[in-house]
T-cell receptor, first 115, second 114 residues
Framework: DAGVIQSPRHEVTEMGQEVTLRCKPISGHNSLFWYRQTMMRGLELLIY????????DSGMPEDRFSAKMPNASFSTLKIQPSEPRDSAVYFC?????????????FGPGTRLTVT | AQSVAQPEDQVNVAEGNPLTVKCTYS??????LFWYVQYPNRGLQFLLK??????LVKGSYGFEAEFNKSQTSFHLKKPSALVSDSALYFCAVRGHYGNNRLAFGKGNQVVVIP
């Protein structure tokens, strides 16, 4: 299996621009998680989906952030408008309810820099 | 609520010496426990997990972890550290019931000194 795929791997944008991050979970996994990692705040869960339905978005920082999962093999995280404080590495992870422990498998991340 | 504490920010160890990374957890009921490793500019990689049964769990790259219910701990160990083990290590927990999200610790930076 190719694992969790994220694109782009790096994104540099100017403040105020829209940014869209993409994720393809492992085939057959039915849960998908978006995380943000910074030096100051560590690893934060932003939102997660079960069977394409958002379950908990309490970690989404503010209304500028939105996430969708239109089907089982694709999810997006959008930031509009972007701000310098959004600079971070964004990870997508997936897991399967067929594995009782629900361990998560992470993608390589997208490093976002907002100038 | 479920949570993990990793008390040390950084663990320094000489190559060839035993490595221990500490983790304590809090969860309602019985736990599922995990260790992940993150190498520079990479995503988190699953190392090992505790489900039930034997308190000593063996994982990838020679790592093992010991579950201690009375101390609510799940410390990661390796008998002989390699320079290539230098990375960020995360402990995570979830309960047997409830939602499927994991609670991650803040991570421990391990530096293995040649």
């Amino acid at each position: 299996d190719a694992g969790v795929i994220q694109s782009p791997r790096h994104e540099v944008t100017e403040m105020g621009q829209e940014v869209t991050l993409r994720c393809k979970p492992i085939s057959g996994h039915n849960s998908l998680f978006w995380y943000r990692q910074t030096m100051m705040r560590g690893l934060e869960l932003l939102i997660y989906f079960n069977n394409n339905v958002p379950i908990d978005d309490s970690g989404m920082p503010e209304d500028r952030f939105s996430a969708k999962m239109p089907n089982a093999s694709f999810s997006t995280l959008k930031i509009q408008p972007s701000e310098p404080r959004d600079s971070a590495v964004y990870f997508c992870a997936s897991s399967s309810s067929e594995v009782i422990t629900y361990e998560q498998y992470f993608g390589p991340g997208t490093r976002l820099t907002v100038t | 609520a479920q949570s993990v504490a990793q008390p040390e920010d950084q663990v320094n160890v000489a190559e060839g010496n035993p490595l221990t990374v500490k983790c304590t957890y809090s969860v309602s009921g019985n736990p599922y426990l995990f260790w992940y490793v993150q190498y520079p500019n990479r995503g988190l990689q699953f190392l090992l997990k505790y489900i039930t049964g034997d308190n000593l769990v063996k994982g990838s790259y020679g790592f093992e972890a010991e579950f201690n219910k009375s101390q609510t701990s799940f410390h990661l160990k390796k008998p002989s550290a390699l320079v290539s083990d230098s990375a960020l290590y995360f402990c995570a927990v979830r309960g047997h019931y409830g939602n499927n999200r994991l609670a991650f610790g803040k991570g421990n930076q391990v530096v293995v000194i040649p």
